[in-house]
């Protein structure tokens, strides 16, 4: 290990020329830590997902190679098939984790050489992830904890008198942080097809500009839905909000492990999106967009690492400067203005690997997979006639990996159990943190109780109405013909508690 460290050490010695990026000088720490650790572990991600496996092969996960315990008796390989609540890391992301986690340091002002090398690969990664999301120049890319904690994020840092424009059928992470906003929220009525979706928001901002032509506005809409996963008009959408003087952020926690996604070419003022469903599940997330809110807004966490300037004083003395009790107070511009605090470097790293072993790979030839086993997935369950497939936008609206059901005869939560229990296969059921869109999907009415309630569960979530199956990249085809062949066996045998009371 001290040839690494020596060989980190040489690599941050000197200063780099002033055209260097911070790609050049992480490329360069990694290198060195490849001294101690060995190329195969510490070769950057893209290296390796290049040529991870030929079109039809699924990605290497961690945990592909995990056997669980079955109910009557032996083990199985575990079928992961809840994505959509959080992938399984990529294996790329874990070994680059691994090598540099013995490097890891302090980010920003240190002297020392496990901080200056810790910096140059934070910072490193936000190029990366600006280069993934196709950021724009002058957008900024925020480190968050998730896509929840970035739109709430952007929900502090809106302008006064901003009015919210939001579809009921979001994801709670994105229905639910306007609540300050000081123009209010608009919900907007489940549409019942994308060209629905961008006519009920186009003559909602429509209305909203006639009473109000200069306020603030803006939407907020996902890429992908977490319930049907059926693609939203993400571009469509944006091209209404703009029409009427309005921005748009993207809720792309869903959209960005399947299809590629560019501010510049989609136009969206924001995307927001999580590590933890991108292959990366070490706590990191992402606000990638425009700086203009981001710099005028107060900071979202007050702290060490927002602050330029702390001094005694009143604000009239220090320009630029607010005034914390006896204190006059700059804050920094840019990212770091919101990100406050020791940042979660392992967790940005990992986010970076992810998106350059995605892009490796090739998004598109991943799509051509993913589109193929979903395909599969679809015509084993439309073999039972019994299982009924939630959609919105119709059955051939095109979608990512994600796919829920209810099952006739069977409760939601006893199936997923048995198809865990039996089968080892793990599946997600339930409301989904989207509670109104399941509702209407399912035709329930405001205020009807949901029957075959879980005892000790509270309130909504009693309402276990759906199975939701979800894949990706490192899922192998067995695992979505296990599903197929488990749900048509259990199916035939019945649920064996449907006949007691109250159900």
């Given at each position: 290990m001290s040839a690494a460290r020596n060989a980190a050490t040489t690599?941050?010695?000197?200063?780099?020329?002033?055209?260097?990026?911070?790609?050049?000088?992480?490329?360069?720490?990694?290198?060195?830590?490849?001294?101690?650790?060995?190329?195969?572990?510490?070769a950057p991600a893209a290296s390796r997902a290049a040529a991870p496996a030929e079109v039809g092969s699924p990605l290497?996960?961690?945990?592909?190679?995990?056997?669980?315990?079955?109910?009557?008796?032996?083990?199985?390989?575990?079928?992961?098939?809840?994505?959509?609540?959080?992938?399984?890391?990529?294996?790329a992301v874990w070994d680059d984790v691994a090598a540099y986690a013995p490097y890891y340091g302090s980010v920003h002002r240190g002297t020392g050489h496990l901080s200056q090398l810790s910096t140059e690969l934070f910072e490193t990664a936000r190029a990366t992830v600006a280069e993934f999301l196709g950021a724009r120049d002058g957008d900024q890319v925020v480190f968050t904890r998730s896509t929840t904690d970035s739109l709430n994020l952007l929900a502090a840092a809106l302008p006064a008198d901003t009015r919210v424009f939001v579809?009921?059928?979001?994801?709670?992470?994105?229905?639910?942080?306007?609540?300050?906003?000081?123009?209010?929220?608009?919900?907007?009525?489940?549409?019942?097809?994308?060209?629905?979706?961008?006519?009920?928001?186009?003559?909602?901002?429509?209305?909203?500009?006639?009473?109000?032509?200069h306020a603030p506005a803006l939407v907020c809409v996902t890429g992908a839905s977490n319930v049907t996963g059926e693609l939203w008009p993400v571009r469509e959408l944006v091209e209404a909000a703009h029409r009427h003087g309005a921005r748009l952020v993207l809720d792309a926690a869903q959209l960005a492990p399947h299809r590629a996604v560019s501010l510049r070419e989609l136009g969206a003022d924001w995307v927001a999106l999580s590590g933890h469903k991108?292959?990366?599940p070490f706590g990191a997330g992402v606000l990638a967009g425009r700086a203009d809110w981001l710099d005028a807004a107060e900071p979202y966490l007050a702290g060490g690492g927002a602050t330029a300037t702390v001094r005694r004083g009143t604000a009239e003395d220090h320009p630029d400067a607010d005034q914390?009790?006896?204190?006059?107070?700059?804050?920094?511009?840019?990212?770091?203005?919101?990100e406050a605090g020791s940042p979660n470097v392992i967790g940005a790293y990992a986010l970076a690997s992810a998106c350059r072993a995605l892009a490796a790979a090739?998004?598109?030839?991943?799509?051509?997979?993913?589109?193929?086993?979903?395909?599969?997935?679809?015509?084993?369950?439309?073999a039972v006639p019994e299982v009924r497939v939630?959609?919105?936008?119709?059955?051939?609206?095109?979608r990512v990996g994600v796919l829920s059901f209810t099952v006739r005869g069977w409760d939601s939560r006893r199936l997923a159990v048995a198809l865990s229990e039996r089968y080892g296969i793990g599946v997600r059921d339930g409301l989904f943190c989207a509670h109104p869109l399941v509702g209407a999907l399912l035709g329930d009415q405001p205020g009807e109780p949901a029957p075959c309630a879980v005892p000790d569960s509270g309130g909504a979530e009693t309402a276990l109405r759906a199975v939701r199956v979800s894949f990706g990249a490192g899922t192998p085809v067995e695992h979505v013909d296990r599903l197929v062949r488990a749900v048509a066996e259990l199916v035939r045998e019945g649920d064996p508690a449907a006949a007691a009371p109250g159900c």
């Open positions: 690599c941050l010695t000197a200063p780099a020329p002033a055209a260097a990026t911070a790609a050049t000088a992480a490329t360069a720490a990694t290198a060195a830590i490849a001294t101690a650790t060995g190329p195969a572990a510490v290497p996960v961690l945990g592909d190679d995990v056997r669980v315990p079955l109910a009557g008796g032996g083990t199985a390989p575990y079928a992961a098939l809840d994505y959509a609540a959080s992938a399984p890391a990529l294996r579809f009921e059928t979001e994801h709670h992470a994105a229905l639910l942080p306007w609540r300050r906003a000081g123009g209010g929220v608009q919900h907007l009525a489940t549409p019942a097809s994308p060209e629905r979706a961008v006519a009920v928001l186009d003559a909602a901002l429509a209305a909203h500009r006639r009473q109000r032509p991108l292959y990366a914390v009790g006896d204190l006059a107070v700059r804050w920094h511009r840019g990212p770091a203005r919101h090739g998004l598109e030839e991943l799509t051509r997979r993913e589109e193929a086993l979903l395909r599969r997935l679809r015509a084993g369950l439309a939630l959609s919105l936008f119709g059955d051939d609206a095109p």
